[in-house]
């Protein structure tokens, strides 16, 4: 019943899955048992699954959770949906978030590709990046995204200045920068193209605020809403208060 009043609201344009919990604690548990399951199947499939994480609060528990999931983490290869251009000891670091709530336990023999590179400039690593992205297994296997406030998924942020190229669905290329308006730090980000040829788009958000952001996303423009209803593959989403 709460589901169905939620997914109404959400218009016309807003017609993505939604998997809605009680509590972060089970949102957290129920989504890393699902994503190991996705992993574990394109595994048996393919020999090998990939993962792409966001940064930011809200997947710490969902992290914790994943890590202890018994899998074999030695054929999952895991990267970043986006990364803030700073140092991997910044306490900003998306690259130190996954390595130090994630890539541990069980998931510590998991493959990881991160995005930073020693280049000062991130449009200088863009090359490299998307090479090494190329060498992952393809598509990848499930995407997660969380969502900020402003609108915003992986570092596609509203009034950037090449927001437009970030999500063009066409795009041949996996990665771009962006230099946001609304937030701190140069970004690498995945493109939309990239993040719409994953078997799996997960939009991991939690609280009212954020809800309701969403419920807006369509009407206001938002850059989610490119993962929410105005392509074939939509993201689920997975919120708990
Ligand atoms: O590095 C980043 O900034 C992100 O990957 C970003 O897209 C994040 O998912 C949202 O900003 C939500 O962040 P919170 O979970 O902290 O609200």
């Known amino acids: ?104 336990g069980p998931a510590a023999s998991a493959h990881f590709t991160g995005m930073k590179s020693g280049h000062d400039d991130a449009d200088h690593a863009l090359g490299e990046m998307n090479a090494k992205l190329e060498r992952m297994p393809l598509p990848f296997t499930c995407v997660v995204l969380g969502m900020g406030n402003d609108g915003h998924t992986a570092s596609w942020f509203p009034r950037a200045a090449n927001l437009q190229h970030l999500l063009d669905p066409e795009s041949d290329l996996l990665v771009g920068t962006c230099n946001p308006v609304t937030a701190p730090h140069q970004r690498m980000t995945l493109t939309l193209a990239a993040v719409l040829s994953a078997t799996d788009i997960i939009l991991h958000i939690t609280g009212d605020e954020k809800r309701a952001v969403l419920e807006q996303a369509a009407e206001k423009h938002y850059p989610v809403a490119a993962v929410t209803g105005q392509y074939d593959n939509e993201a689920t989403i997975w919120w708990a208060p």
């Open 1 to 104: 019943m709460r589901q169905r009043r939620w997914w109404r609201s959400m218009g016309a344009a807003g017609m993505s899955e939604q998997r809605l919990f009680e509590d972060r604690a089970a949102l957290d548990r129920s989504l890393a048992e699902h994503i190991a399951r996705q992993l574990q199947e394109d595994i048996a499939q393919r020999g090998a699954a990939s993962l792409a994480v966001s940064g930011g609060s809200t997947p710490r528990g969902m992290f914790t959770c994943l890590a202890s999931q018994v899998i074999p983490w030695d054929r999952v290869h895991i990267t970043l949906v986006d990364e803030r251009w700073v140092d991997a000891s910044s306490p900003d670091s998306n690259e130190r978030l996954v390595r130090e709530t994630l890539m541990r």
